[in-house]
């Protein structure tokens, strides 16, 4: 990732221009085309998009560390990188197995005990008092077995059980490939930055450094920011389920929580879904499920609207209000993906023009 710090140490002092050449019409024309063309490609990939987003920021987190330790040791930086990747990989694979084996079987007691749990909070909220709905009269235990034989038509539909089937599908080679593309990242993620500042021309190289030079800093800030919004995030869930609400499996659900935050609206979501079912099981009354959902909602307001804006605008030296709005166009436009590089495109934009007007 430092290729484009190599161009310009090429580049003797007195060959290093203080100003930049203005561009010109034509330049111009062919950076915006150009920017189109790569906005459009984008979105056209934007399904297949997520691994490689996520592996380049391991990947990009990393390498400095890497470099640090070949250039202070001596040793090939190849086993440096395969041993981050051996490291992160069963970090990774050894918390899925840890949550796996607990999740399945609280989802499992969950799924059997599920009728009678609804029918215990229904029967708390409503009492004896029958309801009516649409002009039917219903009582709790009526209106419990009414959902629960909607959820398994539900289910048994095979469109339903197909589309299940293709998420899981999805998901796990999602996974996969995650884990081949950081391998690659880690140990040849140079000559992919290579590759990119070769598509620069060659008398805008100098131009091309100088712009790396001020982003690369900004972005590792920006990714270091993230890591501290999960720690945050950890922390929180933690506090809020073990300590308040009294959950099991507190530590794990934290732990889970805060991982799957590198995910945004699919992984607290997914986080969000697994702890309500365990705190499900828990729960003596309808009130510790409002606590809950309360708490649900106050950890994602505070990292949403605050924490996050607050930290990432801190490290990337930008409002937080320009955060706010760069996640919610990029999950506009690109989905879960262009909420992950929505801010790191704002920032190139941004290095790109404090550079070109000569701004510090």
Known sequence: MKAFRRKKAELRPAEQPRAIKPLDSGETRAIMIGAVMVAVFLYWIKLILLPFVLAGIIAFVCTPLLDWAAERTRWPRLLFAVAAFLVLVTAA??????????????AQATAEDLQRLLENFAGQ???????????????AQQIVQGVM????????????????TGYSVVGITGAF???????YFLVSGKRVAGGVFWIVPPHRRPLAARIWERLDPLLMRYFIGM???????????YVGLGVILNIRHAVLLALLTGVLEVVPV??????????????LRTAASMANIVEYALYATLLRLSIDQLVGPVILGRAAHVHPVLIIFCFLAGGVVLGVPGMVLAVPIALVVKSTLATIYGEE
């Open 93 to 106: 694979a050894t918390l899925a197995i840890y949550a796996g084996e607990r999740l399945v079987g609280e």
């Open 125 to 139: 909220s409503l009492g004896d008092k029958p309801l009516n709905l649409f002009g039917t009269t219903m009582n």
């Open 149 to 164: 034989e909607r959820l398994r038509d539900w289910l048994g539909q095979t469109d339903q059980l197909t589309v299940l």
């Open 177 to 183: 490939l995650t884990v081949v593309l950081l391998f």
């Open 227 to 237: 890591f501290g919004v999960i720690a945050y995030t950890t922390v929180a869930a």
């Open 266 to 279: 699919i992984g607290p979501m997914s986080a969000a879904i697994i702890a309500g079912l365990i705190s």
